[in-house]
């Protein structure tokens, strides 16, 4: 059976419009819609197609579309306003309207059905102290209830707590040293203390070594995380005492940031992954291969077509 090694069209609505200021960024480091599509510049609409692949005698054979693709449409500074998503057999399937406030930041995105059905609604708030961080988060359903509710708390323009109520409360209270460095996240459950993540190193652009306890102070994880001056994961590692397991992750990318490498270990199970490019005249990629093993098997073609 082939294993596939993307994420989902749903996935990647989600990092489409995920494009408001980073939570724990003091700085007004917005990301916009083009920026998460990986692509170097604001563009009109981009098209992405995932296809099944194999080889054949040297060659890597482009096979039967897989889980659809989406067309999207962006704004003039690179937001997107609209995600048409398709199906394997390129039949419509969902259909993704989003609206930004003056500052650029997402404040609605509406979800419906390949019929016009309401399927989802998402309302987003943000402070009006000039730093645009998001306050509240509210996911209605198709009929208009409440589905999850979400508020998030700053001190000096730094993340301190965050809230979620769903079928449960779930509380993220972070203790910071010199506003950016974070101590120690404690995470609660319905008012009950859940595990706490004690920090010995934390930098957004280095390494972050960290230790997790349980609701009785027993050590249940150790390990770091390693990311580079983007903020981009390049290393992780932990160790699990529960289950006395490890797991490893790293990545290589190239020149342009794009990732050309990945391995993971989990507790002795291995897998990797290849990733080659084929760039526009504009240095976006419009053809991705992914190889699977060591042997570097075709895995998958993604196609993007871009309209500047």
Known sequence: MKIKTFVTISAVAVALVSCGNSSETKQNEKKYSYQECGLNCPVQSLEQRIYDAYGSYGDVVKGDLLDGGYIAEFNQVGNVVKIVQYDENWNLKKVVTCKYNE?????????????????????????????????????????????????????????????????????????????????????????????????????????????????????????????????????????????????????????????????????GSESESYYEYEYDSKGNWIKQIVYWGKAKRPSMIVERTIKY
């Open 103 to 267: 500052d650029d930041n997402l404040i609605e995105e509406i979800v419906r059905s390949n019929d016009g059905r309401l399927i989802e609604r998402l309302m987003k708030e943000y402070n009006d102290e000039g730093e645009g961080k998001l306050t509240s988060r509210t996911q209605y359903d198709e009929n208009g209830e409440v589905k999850s509710y979400s508020t998030k708390e700053y001190e000096g323009g730094y993340l301190v707590k965050s809230t979620t109520v769903g079928e449960i409360e779930t509380v993220k209270q972070c203790k910071k040293r010199d506003g950016e460095i974070v101590l120690e996240v404690s995470t609660y459950e319905d008012g009950k203390l859940m595990n706490s993540v004690h920090y010995s190193k934390y930098d957004p652009k280095g390494i972050n070594e960290y230790v997790v306890y349980d609701a009785d102070g027993v050590k249940t994880k150790e390990g770091y995380v390693r990311y580079d001056d983007k903020k981009e994961k390049v290393e992780e590692r932990h160790h699990d005492f529960m289950n006395d397991s490890t797991y490893e992750y790293k990545v290589e990318r190239n020149d342009k940031g794009h990732m050309i490498h990945t391995y993971r270990s989990d507790n």
